[in-house]
């Protein structure tokens, strides 16, 4: 079996790759393609196209608070690529969004579809606000002025949003009504993480949790381990971190740590997930439950565990971090857990990592679902969902491990392998307009 390997393409002799911190989204996404484009024979104007979005949209959303006042904020949408079909990405809404990090997230869109085999081209936006300093109702005209400032490039075939950071399926069912009043007529399908009763799919919250339980599984046979021998610590009890751990233990591993963003619990013997609230379910309530020892954030990612699953945020993982870390294996649940610097470190010490863009995957995958139900007008079973994810994340586990073996590189460069490897193939197939 090939082992991790550090190994770099040769081309880092560009000023513009040597890896500098703190790095933007959009820089950390170049260097990515460009180590990507190293191991494939692809044409390097290709790559040059996608070290650049295709457009980005610079909007200005004024809205009247509720005490009268007009407050104007900033809002963006990126699309990167669409050759393989529309754009998909999320919409957040957060004081840091910029333009470079929405055009940096809008690349790995474009990676995380392509390496589902997804019809879909990667975007992602956002307006530069804290959600929690508006009321509802102001969120909610703050949604609908943003619709109608993007209702000239969105569309169900142009480009799907869907719920990010500080937005959510209300957020996506207002951004459908706008649109759909503008149109004159219902489209669902213009967004994606919408309530089930206007068109969302079933199974779409769970999905990039399930979609890690289901890596973490495959990786653990593949390195001929048994998954009831297995310990695990989740690092952030929500969507994704309490949906993977109680997947994992319902499947027999033994998750020994999780946390929120106050601290961790720890039981070596093992701790019932199904029994500690998510953060949906209780803010902040890991640390409410019993547990034998109590451990802070930094401790977890320390623990000596066969799988350590950071689902909390980015960048936990660091240069300063990772010579002690003593997991076996990391799946990263988070998007962007690790830097790059870390990551160099880990390749460095044989420690195996499932990146992002394949282990978290589920969600949009799932997006993909709720596209084509809405399309078809026609819901599906939850079941059907939960094993149609299953096919899906299978058939992209065997293509990544087909790029791994055949490669010696990281699990991280078989992923983009995979990913660019097929936007490059479509961008040949279509050549270049006009
Ligand atoms: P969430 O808000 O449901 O839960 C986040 C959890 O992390 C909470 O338990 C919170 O207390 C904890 N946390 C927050 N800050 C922390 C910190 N500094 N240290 C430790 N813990 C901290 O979020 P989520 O939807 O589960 O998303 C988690 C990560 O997964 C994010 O990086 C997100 O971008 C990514 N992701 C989410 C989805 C999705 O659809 N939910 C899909 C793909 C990727």
Redesign the pocket.
Known sequence: MPADSPVAPEDRTDGELQPQEPESAVETARQQLQRAAGYLDIDPNVVERLKHPTTVQEVTVPIERDDGTVEVFTGYRAQHDSVRGPYKG?LRYQPEVTRDECVGLSMWMTWKCAVMDLPFGGAKGGIAVDPKALSESERERLTRRFAEELRHIIGPTRDIP????GTDPQTMAWLMDAYSMQQGETVPGVVT?KPPVVGGSEG??A???RSVAIITREVIDYYARDLAETTVAV?????????AARLLDDWGATVVAV????GAIYDPDGLDPRSIP???EE??G?GRQDAPETLT?DELLELDVDVLVP????N?LTEANAPDVAADIIIE?????ITTAADEIFAERSIPVIP?ILA?????TVSYFEWLQDINRRAWSLERVNDELETEMLAAWRDVRDAYEARDVTWRDATYIVALARVAEAHDARGLWP
Request: aromatic share 2%.
């Open positions: 999320g869907a719920p990010d950071m993480g779409r919250e999905a990039p949790g690092q952030g009890y929500g969507s994704v971190g309490a949906n946390s929120d963003v106050n998510s953060h949906d803010p902040e890991v954030n689902a909390a945020i980015g936990v649940g988070a998007n962007g857990p992002d978290n995957a589920g969600g949009v």
